[in-house]
């Protein structure tokens, strides 16, 4: 059903589910996976998990950049020991809705996987959050895991 | 991951791709589906999937039932048609968004997989589709499929 799916992953734990699911979606048809962090400015201290420490509200640009190294290197350990076997991981900037609408289609994968709210959606939740935009603007199917 | 998954269904494109996800994450862990059907009164002519002809804004109780029943035997049919073993599909009364979070507390699910809008939501645009009401309230895990 899906041959590449592309997975936006920031800290969240809310993207590590949606990593999960759709490592499940992957496996079983041998499916590519297409992880994509996107590095934001966060309004608040955050908590990040796949074993990172909270990166502070006026993180440096390096801070920033070492750990959005940091969180791409551990989902694309995670998606291997969950046994997909195509994975790449690629960090971009911009702004995460049309980053993330523009490398769907740029890579014209068959399905987006995310988390239903991101580390940057707090500060976003009055003009809505990123999964809600992104499913309502992508070509391909949009699966939002909560 | 997910051992026991819901999925309500209506005749929907939304509801049909929903299903299909929720086979392809069931049939890897060998998962039970259930399948939830909740007749709605529509407010306006609607065409269902899976083989259906539309059912009238002023369908009787009767029309209603009878078109229930075939959406919980097709999709039901479509998810051993995909692989799944264990499928179960129920009909039940009531509003949408409760019946759905009632169904998934009692039965102690995983996992909640549902299309993005349903065939009701179109009135419902100003207040949130139910797809949206369910992903805030649910206990589970909430996999929207657009």
Redesign the interface.
């Known amino acids: ?1 899906f041959h590449s799916i592309l997975v936006p992953i920031d800290g969240s734990e809310h993207a590590k ?1 949606a990593l ?2 759709a490592c ?2 992957a ?3 041998q499916a590519s996976l297409i992880l994509l962090h996107i590095p934001e400015q966060l309004a608040q201290d955050t908590l990040l998990v796949w074993g990172i420490g909270a990166v502070e509200m006026k993180a440096s640009e390096e801070d920033l950049e070492a750990a959005g190294r940091q969180i791409r290197d551990r989902a694309t350990e995670a998606a291997r020991d969950a046994g997909v076997e195509h994975v790449e991981a690629m960090i971009a900037q911009g702004d995460p809705t049309r980053t993330i609408l523009d490398e769907a289609r740029r890579r014209n994968v068959d399905a987006i996987v995310m988390g ?1 709210r991101g580390l940057g959606d707090l500060k976003g939740l009055v003009v809505g959050s990123v999964s809600h935009k992104v ?1 309502h603007a ?1 070509d391909c ?6």
């Open positions: 059903m589910k999960a699911v499940q979606l496996q079983q048809e239903s499913s992508a199917t949009v699966i939002t895991v909560r």
